[in-house]
């Protein structure tokens, strides 16, 4: 029992160090498109999907909350925590929902993460901000969401595919 534990916690470990790398590399990139600031690949999010659909939803949340405190911590402050906290809560309820139905896609369950990713952000903006003007940056966001969710969706399925399922 113990030795399942111990390899529990080094394959989450792994995964969120992953992620904060990932994380870390995108932040060192210059802007995709620098007249929408603020859009990113996300592609921390291939962790906690392959996470999601090797292990589910506990342990993708595990990896998933672990890396949005540490990167804050890194990389951001208070308000970029507040909104990762808000876009990665939102994006895993949802991502963990249709992956359970079984009628989507890793790909179709990637896009809605990234687009209620960024809509978990839009509606923090939106409180601190104590305005609805902001939600009209969702039509840019919600393109850049399906373009990345198809991104991220995309490896995270050749990684579940490709990458032998351990027991934990």
Known sequence: MRNNSVKRLVFLATCTSIAIVLSYIEFLLP???AAVPGIKIGLANVAVLFVLYRYGVRYA???SAVRV???AMLFGNPMTFAYSVAGAALSLVVMALLRASGKFSSVG???AGGV???LGQILVAMAVLETLEVGYYMIALT???TVSGIVVGLIG???VKRIPMGKM
């Open 116 to 118: 209620l990713h960024n």
């Open 69 to 71: 405190v540490l990167v």
């Open 109 to 111: 369950v990637s896009i």
């Open 61 to 63: 949340a595990t990896v």
């Open 157 to 159: 399925a050749f990684l």
């Open 31 to 33: 802007p995709i498109f």
């Open 143 to 145: 393109i850049s969401g």
